[in-house]
């Protein structure tokens, strides 16, 4: 089975560093014409540079519904349509007691984590994907499934992102509408967490060690392909086994 994106035309959010840059890349070396978006255009030029394939630059803050119209409007115009939307970026200002977040970074995170991506795909929808059906990839997390200590605000973001893509698969078929939810990936994203309990959490893994970006972006361009034609509204894990290791 052959994966690929030939004459597809896809746009990913936080895509000049981690899993959105190695998502970008993977989808222009599988034939997608690429429109990387992330809030700093040197970051978003620097990652550029180091693809093959045809990939453009819009520096847009993911969270900010204004730039997610000009985002999908820059990529019409630049590649004659849209066919894949990644909401990939995300933020957590915020780690400790779920009651103890302020209003401010409370409010970043879901401005980030869930109002962007709904609104980005509003966008996307009216634009492009309501007259020619597309693929939706939105990255949740393993924390949205369940309940942790120092997360749970961001973990609220991402459960409403795997509920969020069930609801609109069943809205806005036939566009697929598909989740990923990676367990601990090495980015600089998850520093803090890789850095400290990385090493003890990879020991107790089934497949022994932490994910990579790369791991994520080969999922992402399957469910974007015609080999997952009949997937939608599923939020797929890629833990590398903690959701099955013996000792929970």
């Not at 089975?1 to 030939?6: H, R, V, Y």
């Not at 369940?146 to 809205?171: C, D, P, S």
């Not at 020991?203 to 034609?229: H, K, M, T, W």
Request: proline share 3%.
């Amino acid at each position: 089975m052959e994966i690929s994106l030939n004459g597809k035309v896809a746009l990913v959010t936080g895509a000049s560093k981690g899993i959105g840059k190695a998502i970008a890349t993977t989808m222009a070396a599988s034939g997608a014409k690429v429109m990387l978006v992330s809030r700093k255009i040197d970051g978003l030029r620097a990652a550029a540079a180091e693809m093959t394939g045809d990939v453009e630059v819009f520096a847009a803050n993911a969270g900010d519904v204004e730039a997610g119209k000009a985002a999908v409007s820059a990529t019409i115009e630049r590649f004659g349509g849209l066919d894949i939307l990644v909401n990939n970026a995300a933020t957590n200002p915020y780690f400790g007691a779920t009651l103890g977040v302020d209003e401010s970074r409370f409010d970043k995170t879901f401005d980030v984590n869930l109002r962007g991506p709904l609104f980005w795909i509003q966008a996307a929808w009216e634009q492009a994907m309501k007259d020619k059906p597309g693929v939706i990839i939105n990255l949740a997390s393993v924390g949205g499934l369940r309940a942790e200590f120092g997360l749970g605000v961001y973990n609220l973001t991402k459960a409403a992102v795997v509920h969020m893509t069930r609801q609109l698969a069943g809205e806005l078929g036939p566009t697929r509408v598909v989740g990923i939810a990676p367990g601990l990936v090495q980015t600089d994203f998850a520093a803090f967490l890789v850095d400290n309990f990385g090493e003890k959490l990879a020991a107790q893994l089934p497949l022994q060690r932490l994910g990579e970006p790369q791991d994520i972006a080969n999922l992402a361009v399957f469910l974007a392909s015609d080999a997952a034609s009949w997937i939608t509204g599923e939020t797929f894990v890629i833990d590398g086994g903690a959701g099955v290791r013996i000792g929970g």
